[in-house]
């Protein structure tokens, strides 16, 4: 009797012991890619700090739900509909131009999404007087028919323009001290945004835009432009060769970009993408830029080349071209079909402080 008895136990065990094993795999499997971000969670930055802020986004990107009744043209992978530009990047990121995308079926995958975007804008002294224009051609053209929530900073908020916004759109004014450094403006602004996505933003918002006020809209910018880590590119320099880009060339900096190294220009007056992701690049650049600043050392285009080194690590997921931001004293060129978004022309000694 006690012989059978301690057979069948050890059979149990026998049994029981792989059974935990595999359950304790299974658990140990569950919890690291609940840790590495599976359901949004912190992912280790490839460059720079790591962020110490827990999102839970639902990563809508990853699920693109069309309607069964929208009817479009239909989509050829052999005939482009622009031959004249590169639409993709060698990482096989879209690089958006006018006529690769169709901004209905794109709309009508986004619209039942619920989706929010968060763009914010600095108008420090006397760049107060870009905000009427800025936010009134928003309205008519930056997501349309989206969810939009508008962060004005300014040391100067009775100046801030009261703008009629359509339903679903809001704006709020923060208020910032003033300055009269550039370089205090700038550094500042990647902090400002750091601090309004952990403290406002998070899980409130799904998209963030940071955008120069000294700019216009023309033409659409819409869900076309949503990605995870979104880039423009500078008009500038997009035809040059990079040997000639103006980044950070001094090894010294945390923003140096070595001479055979980089993809595109980008610029620093656009960039967007997912809370995390500009949670990641602003906190990232901002604690470079003081590294450099500790020493000393000023990069080349301050945040932009911050941004720039960024962006070579950690590469964007959607490229917008220079339709994107484009600047009013430079002729159009023939590749860029429409210009949504540019740069006014300014009278620097009028409106900059001296520095
Ligand atoms: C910019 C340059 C020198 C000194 C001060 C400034 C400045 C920038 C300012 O006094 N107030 C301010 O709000 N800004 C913000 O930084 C604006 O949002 C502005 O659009 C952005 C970038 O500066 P920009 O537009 O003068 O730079 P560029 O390269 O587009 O000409
Ligand atoms: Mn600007």
Redesign the pocket.
């Known amino acids: 009797m006690s012989f059978k008895m301690h057979l069948l136990t050890s059979r149990t065990v026998a049994v029981i012991l792989p059974v935990l094993l595999l359950l304790g795999m299974l658990y140990s499997y569950i919890w690291r890619h609940y840790r590495d971000g599976i359901f949004g969670q912190e992912v280790r930055p490839a460059d720079g700090s790591s962020s110490r802020v827990d999102f839970t986004i639902v990563n809508h990107w990853f699920h693109l739900v069309a309607s069964d009744y929208l009817e479009y043209q239909q989509p050829s992978i052999v005939q482009g509909s622009r031959t004249d530009v590169v639409t993709v990047t060698p990482w096989l990121a879209p690089i958006v131009w006018e006529g690769t995308y169709n901004p209905e079926l794109l709309d009508s995958i986004y619209r039942p999404q619920n989706i929010s975007i968060a763009a914010t ?8 007087k ?1 905000l009427r224009d800025f936010l009134e051609t928003a309205e008519q053209h930056f997501f349309v028919g989206f969810k939009v929530h508008v962060y004005v ?2 040391d100067r908020p009775k100046e801030v323009h009261q703008v009629k916004m359509a339903s679903g759109r809001q704006l709020t004014v923060v208020p910032v001290p003033g ?4 370089q205090e ?2 550094a500042r ?1 990647m902090e400002l945004i750091q601090t309004l996505i952990e403290e406002k933003l998070q899980n409130h918002m799904d998209y963030i835009f940071c ?5 216009k809209f023309h033409g659409r910018w819409g869900t076309e432009s949503l990605g995870a880590l979104v880039a423009v590119i500078h008009p500038g320099y997009y035809r040059d060769d990079r040997s000639k880009f103006p980044y950070e060339r001094r090894p010294e900096s945390t923003a140096y970009v070595a001479p055979r190294k980089g993809d595109f220009y980008y610029c ?2 656009a960039f967007g993408g997912l809370l995390q992701e500009v949670h990641r690049l602003a906190n990232t650049c901002r604690t470079n830029f003081e590294a450099d600043a500790k020493k000393g050392i000023e990069a080349a ?1 301050q945040e ?1 080349s911050h941004l720039n080194r960024y962006m070579l690590i950690n590469k964007p997921t959607k490229v917008l071209s220079p339709e994107y931001l484009w600047q009013d004293f430079k002729p159009r060129n023939p590749e860029v079909r429409i210009i949504r978004f540019s ?1 006014v022309i ?1 009278n ?1 000694a009028d ?3 001296n ?1």
């Not at 804008?121 to 107060?128: I, L």
């Not at 955008?211 to 700019?215: E, F, I, R, Y």
């Open positions: 804008v600095f108008a420090v002294g006397k760049y107060t870009f900073f300014t300055s009269n450094r550039w403006i700038s602004r955008l120069d006020v000294d700019s620093g007056g285009w932009e740069g300014k620097y409106i900059r402080p520095v």
